[in-house]
C-alpha cells in the first residue's frame, strides 16, 4: 500500500497468510512434537493409537537413555566436534572475510567469487576423496579433529558470505583513528574489528554447530565404535532395539535438544547478525 508521501507500507498479512504460516509451522513442528510425546507412551500404547496422546504418561523411555552409558559417549563426541568445528569455522571464516571486506587489492572479487562457488560444492561429491586424505595421508580417521576440520572447511563458504558485507558496513573512521594512534593492523583486527563482528560471529556459529551436530555421511565414514556421534547414536539404537518404538523416539528427541534449544535461545541474535550482513 502506497502512502500519501510516496513511502510504502506493508499489512501484516491476510488469512491467507497466516493460514500458510500455520501450515509450514505445524509440518515443521509436527514430527517434533510427535516424537517427544512418543517418547512418554508405552509401546502397547504407540501400537494401539499411534496418534494418540500418552495415557498414562511413561517416564522410563527416557530415564533409560539417560542411564546408557553409549548415550553420554556419543554425546561428548557430538559435543567436542560440534565445538572444535564451531571454533575453526568461525575464526578462520572472520580472519578471510576481513581482508575481502576491509582491503582493496586485486583480484578480490574473483577470491570471493571462490568462497560463493564453494556454495554449490556438496559434501557428498567429495566424500570419497576426503575419506582417503583423512585417513591415509593425515591419519586422523576415527578421531574429532578427522571430523571437525572437513566440516569447518565446508562451512566457509557460507561463513564468508554471511561476514563479508557484515564487516564491510563498519565504520572506517574507527580503524583510521586506531592506525592513526599508532596501532597495527593486526591490533585493529583484534581489538576493534572482532569484538564489533561478534552480532555476524554468533550468526555463523550457531549455523556451523547445528549442522555439525545433524552431520551423519562423514562421521559414518570415519568412526568407528566409541567415537561414533548422536546421529549415528540413534540409527545404531533403532536398529539395536527396533522392536522398542518408544525408545527410539525418546533417543531421537534427546539427541534434537541441545542444537534446537541453542538455536531458540540465540535466534533473536542470528537474525540481527543476518540483518547486520543484508544492510552490509
Known amino acids: 500500500m502506497t502512502t500519501g508521501t510516496g513511502t510504502q507500507r506493508f499489512g501484516g498479512g491476510g488469512p491467507l497468510v497466516y493460514g500458510l504460516a500455520a501450515i509450514v509451522a505445524a509440518l515443521t513442528l509436527g514430527p517434533v512434537v510427535y516424537g517427544a510425546l512418543g517418547g512418554?507412551?508405552?509401546n502397547e500404547q504407540l501400537?494401539?493409537?499411534?496418534?494418540?496422546?500418552?495415557?498414562?504418561?511413561?517416564?522410563t523411555n527416557y530415564e533409560n537413555v539417560f542411564s546408557n552409558s553409549g548415550f553420554w559417549t556419543y554425546a561428548l563426541n557430538s559435543t567436542a566436534i560440534a565445538v572444535i568445528t564451531t571454533v575453526v569455522t568461525v575464526l578462520c571464516g572472520v580472519m578471510a572475510a576481513y581482508p575481502l571486506a576491509r582491503y582493496r587489492f586485486r583480484f578480490r572479487e574473483p577470491l570471493f567469487m571462490v568462497f560463493v562457488l564453494g556454495l554449490l560444492f556438496p559434501l557428498a561429491v567429495a566424500i570419497i576423496p576426503?575419506?582417503?586424505?583423512?585417513t591415509r595421508n593425515l591419519q586422523?580417521?576415527?578421531?574429532?579433529?578427522g571430523v571437525a576440520l572437513p566440516q569447518a572447511a565446508f562451512a566457509l563458504p557460507m561463513t564468508v558470505v554471511i561476514l563479508r558485507p557484515f564487516l564491510m558496513a563498519l565504520p572506517k573512521e574507527l580503524e583510521e583513528a586506531a592506525l592513526i594512534d599508532g596501532a597495527s593492523r593486526v591490533s585493529?583486527?583484534?581489538?576493534?574489528?572482532?569484538p564489533l563482528s561478534v552480532p555476524g560471529m554468533i550468526t555463523v556459529g550457531v549455523l556451523a554447530f547445528v549442522a555439525s551436530w545433524n552431520s551423519y555421511l562423514l562421521p559414518l565414514l570415519l568412526l568407528r565404535d566409541e567415537m561414533r556421534t548422536l546421529p549415528l547414536g540413534v540409527a545404531d539404537y533403532s536398529t539395536e532395539f527396533s522392536a522398542d518404538t518408544a525408545?527410539?523416539?525418546?533417543?531421537?528427541?534427546?539427541?534434537?535438544?541441545p542444537a534446537l534449544i541453542l538455536f531458540l535461545a540465540l535466534q533473536g541474535r542470528i537474525v540481527n547478525g543476518l540483518q547486520g550482513a543484508v544492510k552490509g
Open 188 to 194: 585493529v583486527f583484534w581489538r576493534i574489528v572482532l
Open 40 to 42: 512418554f507412551r508405552s
Open 140 to 145: 586422523l580417521g576415527n578421531t574429532w579433529w
Open 47 to 59: 501400537a494401539r493409537d499411534p496418534a494418540g496422546l500418552p495415557d498414562p504418561w511413561v517416564g
Open 130 to 134: 576426503l575419506f582417503i586424505l583423512i
Open 247 to 257: 525408545g527410539v523416539l525418546a533417543f531421537t528427541t534427546i539427541a534434537m535438544i
